[in-house]
């Protein structure tokens, strides 16, 4: 017995709407009217329980009155359970099985004893998020940089908008369970019968449900299909750092919220080039002649310019020479890191005449 359906308004009524609705159905069914007296008791009774605040969020939660008391009463009493303590004679041994009370306290308290989370409607609806992986060129690092990428995932359809009803038809309140998402259902223990809350089985707790489902998408509001989507990448950086693009995960159902795009980056190994943070390391062979007496050379940058670099006399195979703002852009921030060469001395390992001449004149130099 549904005391809203009773008199005729929604759980959603007001207290005015509630009294206007009462008074409208005991004119029409009271006895000494030639009414009927037994829907007249019922309208009293229904308008007893939510016409009190208390009784009727009691009334809410559990699916009844528990002693007509208020929010405080014992909702075990008259279920069975006092009454098996009560009137236990004495020496009198009296046998339970507790092998579900951990599940009948979970579905009457909602969470149990642990307190676990429930999932809301709206958690359940929304879309899955989405990881992929990006594989980038050195060079991609030095300036912001888009990269366009092809998902094939759940996509809202468009025939319906995403809302799952065909075009032009309404979505109607679920009648079962009156827009909640929930319905109620009687279980009978040890203790007693008790109304738990479960999933409406009408709209899979929706609370809605569409006057024609959609054509496309029967009802879902989403479609497998393919989008292409533009993932912007920041200068400077760097290897398993990670891009969440909002709302471009799966769609969610029925026009819910949607899922958020992870992209995690993966930086190419260059064959010249060594990053370390936001510096650059690379290396450059020279002359025994250059080392000994100095030199300008020309080496490429990351970007593929030539950069003068100035060897200065007496250079030792492996000395590092450091070129400033010439690394990589630091990422948030401003300017950019090191470039840092090391010179490598280059031994001849074949020679002319001419060559092992002079260099026999300068062995005996002492050099």
């Known amino acids: 017995m549904d005391y809203y359906e009773i008199l005729g308004v929604t759980k959603n009524a007001s207290q005015e709407d509630i009294k206007k609705a009462f008074h409208k159905l005991a004119h029409q069914y009271h006895p000494d009217k030639g009414g009927d007296e037994k829907k007249f008791k019922e309208i009293n009774e229904a308008y007893q329980v939510l016409s009190d605040k208390t009784k009727r969020a009691q009334y809410d939660q559990y699916g009844r009155v528990f002693d007509q008391g208020g929010a405080g009463g014992n909702p075990f009493e008259g279920q069975g359970f006092n ?20 599940d009948i306290f979970e579905e009457f308290f909602g969470g149990g004893f642990g307190g676990g989370r429930r999932t ?30 092809i998902l094939t995932k759940q996509v809202v359809c468009q025939r319906c908008q995403g809302n799952g009803a065909e075009p032009d038809t309404k979505i109607k309140e679920c009648f079962t369970c009156r827009g909640t998402g929930q319905v109620q259902q009687v279980r009978k223990t040890v203790f007693g019968s008790y109304t738990t ?10 609370g809605t449900i569409p006057e024609k489902p959609c054509n496309v998408c029967k009802g879902e509001g989403r479609i497998k299909g393919q989008e292409t989507i533009e993932i912007h990448i920041p200068s400077g950086i760097d290897a398993n750092q990670v891009i969440r693009v909002d709302g471009k995960g ?39 002649s250059q080392a000994a007496l100095g030199d300008e050379i020309e080496i ?32 948030g921030g401003f300017g950019r890191g090191n470039l840092y060469i090391e010179l490598k001395v280059k031994t001849p390992k074949k020679l002319t005449k001419e060559q092992k001449k002079l260099l026999e004149q300068l062995k005996k130099e002492g050099l």
């Open 120 to 149: 809301t409607k709206k958690d359940s609806k929304k879309g899955k998020d989405i990881q992929v992986d990006i594989e980038l060129p050195l060079e991609r690092t030095l300036k912001e940089s888009v990269e366009k990428i």
């Open 197 to 206: 809350l479960t999933t409406c089985p009408e709209c899979k707790g929706e």
């Open 300 to 331: 490429k940058s990351l970007e593929g310019t030539n950069i003068l670099l100035q060897v200065p006399a007496g250079t030792e195979s492996g000395k590092v020479l450091r070129i400033s703002g010439k690394g990589i852009p630091r990422f």
């Open 83 to 102: 009454w098996a303590w009560g009137n236990r004679q004495q020496g009198e041994n009296v046998e339970f099985d507790f092998s579900d009370v951990g």
């Open 250 to 288: 799966e769609a969610g159902k029925k026009g819910a919220k949607p899922g958020n795009l992870f992209a995690r980056i993966f930086v190419k190994q260059h064959p010249v080039f060594e990053r370390k943070g936001d510096d650059l390391f690379s290396q450059a062979e020279i002359s025994f």
